[in-house]
Every structure is written in structure tokens, then in C-alpha cells.
Nanobody, 125 residues
Framework: QVQLAESGGGSVQAGGSLRLSCAAS????????VAWFRQAPGKEREGVASITPNDSTRYGDSVKGRFTISRDNSNYTVYLQMNSLKPEDTAMYYCAAGVPYYTGTWHKPDEYNYWGQGTQVTVSS
């Protein structure tokens, strides 16, 4: 059974930092890519970052250099460290697990079978 649970969202001022956590079931963690997506009201769901079981990472252009995705094998958790936050980073953030058909499609929501419930991030100016 695949389970994903996000935590760590909250409200922060522009320039601040937050760290999101995605606690995964062992199967989801070891067999799947795990990705972070975000969705703001009225906008499409956007791929933020992904990490493979062998720690290969990918990032969306809007977060490169500011966000870092990582894994902790001791507790089946994937983290998203978010620095230099901007108001446009405000969104619901979701953790997802799956195996993208091509590496170039990692950012597409349809490539992922399993989703968490989301955690809200709000960045004020």
C-alpha cells in the first residue's frame, strides 16, 4: 500500500525559508520517483522537484537555485527545503510517487499514481 503524508507548510514572509516533509510508505519510497508539485488557485498543477530512488534530482525552472529536494533513507521521508521564498511560491504543495515514462516528463502530474493530501504554503510580501 502506498501512503504519502505531507507536513511543514505554513506562512512566511518573502525571503524566508520553509522545509516540507513527505513521509512515505516503504514501497513508495524505494520503488518510485517522489516529486513535489504545487497548485495555486486558478492555476494548473506545477512540477517543483523530483528525486529518484538513486538520488537523481530535477527542478522546475522557477525554483532552481532556491529549492532543494532530498531523501532520508532512515525514515522514508523526502524533504523540500525552500529558501528565498517569493509571494509567487504561494500554493498548495503536494507530494506524489510514481515512475515517469520518460525522465523529461517528470513534471507532469499524470506520470504519478499516488498523491498526498497537500500542505499549504503562503508567502507574504
Amino acid at each position: 500500500q502506498v501512503q504519502l503524508a505531507e507536513s511543514g507548510g505554513g506562512s512566511v514572509q518573502a525571503g524566508g525559508s520553509l522545509r516540507l516533509s513527505c513521509a512515505a510508505s516503504p514501497y513508495a519510497y524505494s520503488r518510485n520517483w517522489v516529486a513535489w508539485f504545487r497548485q495555486a488557485p486558478g492555476k494548473e498543477r506545477e512540477g517543483v522537484a523530483s528525486i529518484t530512488p538513486n538520488d537523481s534530482t530535477r527542478y522546475g525552472d522557477s525554483v532552481k537555485g532556491r529549492f532543494t529536494i532530498s531523501r532520508d533513507n532512515s525514515n522514508y521521508t523526502v524533504y523540500l527545503q525552500m529558501n528565498s521564498l517569493k509571494p509567487e511560491d504561494t500554493a498548495m504543495y503536494y507530494c506524489a510517487a510514481g515512475v515517469p515514462y520518460y525522465t523529461g516528463t517528470w513534471h507532469k502530474p499524470d506520470e504519478y499514481n499516488y498523491w498526498g493530501q497537500g500542505t499549504q504554503v503562503t508567502v507574504s510580501s
